[in-house]
């Protein structure tokens, strides 16, 4: 049975870090596609971040590039968002998701999500 656990959300004031953790257990990471994404109050579903499985190439939404990292620790079998710069933008649900990288139209696995707050 496969399990994503988001930890690490919280308050933070703007211009603060937070870092996020994704513990997966019933798959192995680093074979998979993983992600975070995010939904603010009244928004879409967003893709933040994701690394790719076997290469760890990763890519970014534009609005938080150059301030997020996403990371994984194959030996923990979890997956990081490091968050530096914060804005009052990045309040939202966060959710890490994970897929098999031949399944294209959707993720499989969804984490319960973890809230992160900016604001002062």
């Known amino acids: 049975q496969v399990k994503l656990v988001e930890s690490g959300g919280g308050l933070m004031q703007p211009g603060g870090s937070l870092r996020l953790s994704c513990e997966a257990s019933g798959l192995t990471i680093r074979v998979f596609h993983m992600s975070w994404y995010r939904q603010a109050p009244g928004k879409e579903r967003e893709l933040v971040a994701r690394?790719?499985?076997?290469?760890?190439?990763?890519n970014y939404a534009d609005s938080v590039k150059g301030r997020f990292t996403i990371s994984r620790d194959n030996a923990k079998n979890t997956v990081y968002l490091q968050m530096n710069s914060l804005k009052p933008d990045d309040t939202a649900v966060y959710f890490c998701?994970?897929?098999?990288?031949?399944?294209?139209?959707?993720?499989?696995?969804w984490g319960p999500g973890t809230q992160v707050t900016v604001s002062s």
């Open positions: 998701a994970a897929r098999r990288p031949q399944v294209v139209d959707r993720y499989e696995h």
């Open positions: 690394i790719f499985p076997v290469s760890g190439n990763t």
